[in-house]
């Protein structure tokens, strides 16, 4: 189930689509450990003939799951392009693939998407990163030994 747009319906009138459009078919070939997209896009766009192209417009949304590549922390955020846009030619050198008088908008959103993936996704912008943990006192192991010999040295023998 890919982004399709009919251009016979186009010809007559714009188009509103609304919906949601699985990751796999997004086809993201994402390897990062650190940001995994497991649910669907989200879609709201208008779609216009323009003659000699056609112009896509809206919103996409991309819920992620990441880990912090500073403090490992794991969080959800959301990918968001709120003025997307893609001016398809129907002809010249550029023009998109036309089958079954349909143009794919898949691999339009899948690229603009990728293109805004965080290189190094922060739970935080302010992350101070990972917690140092303190060295342990040399006197501290010895204050407990110490106060047990204390009690001992008490004692008259």
């Given at each position: 189930m890919?982004?399709r747009?009919?251009?016979?319906?186009?010809?007559?009138?714009?188009l509103h689509?609304?919906?949601?459009?699985?990751?796999?078919?997004?086809?993201?070939?994402?390897?990062?450990?650190?940001?995994?997209?497991?649910r669907?896009?989200?879609?709201?766009?208008?779609v216009?003939?323009?003659?000699?192209a056609?112009?896509?417009?809206?919103?996409?949304?991309?819920?992620?799951?990441?880990?912090?590549?500073?403090c490992?922390?794991?969080?959800?955020?959301?990918?968001?392009?709120?003025?997307?846009?893609?001016?398809?030619?129907?002809?010249?050198?550029?023009?998109?693939?036309?089958e079954?008088?349909?143009?794919?908008?898949?691999p339009?959103v899948?690229e603009?998407m990728l293109?805004?993936?965080p290189?190094?996704?922060?739970?935080?912008p302010?992350?101070?990163?990972?917690?140092?943990?303190?060295a342990p006192?040399?006197?501290?192991v010895?204050?407990?030994?110490?106060?047990v010999?204390?009690?001992?040295?008490?004692?008259?023998?």
């Amino acid at each position: 189930m890919s982004l399709r747009v009919n251009l016979r319906h186009l010809e007559k009138h714009s188009l509103h689509l609304k919906g949601e459009l699985p990751v796999a078919e997004m086809d993201l070939g994402v390897n990062d450990e650190l940001i995994h997209a497991d649910r669907p896009l989200r879609y709201d766009l208008s779609v216009e003939w323009l003659h000699d192209a056609i112009l896509a417009t809206g919103s996409l949304v991309l819920p992620l799951e990441c880990e912090c590549s500073r403090c490992l922390k794991k969080f959800k955020t959301e990918l968001k392009l709120t003025g997307w846009a893609a001016h398809l030619p129907l002809e010249g050198e550029d023009k998109v693939p036309v089958e079954n008088d349909c143009v794919d908008l898949t691999p339009f959103v899948r690229e603009d998407m990728l293109l805004n993936f965080p290189q190094h996704p922060l739970c935080q912008p302010d992350c101070a990163g990972l917690k140092k943990k303190a060295a342990p006192k040399a006197n501290a192991v010895e204050k407990p030994a110490a106060a047990v010999w204390a009690k001992l040295d008490q004692l008259k023998l």
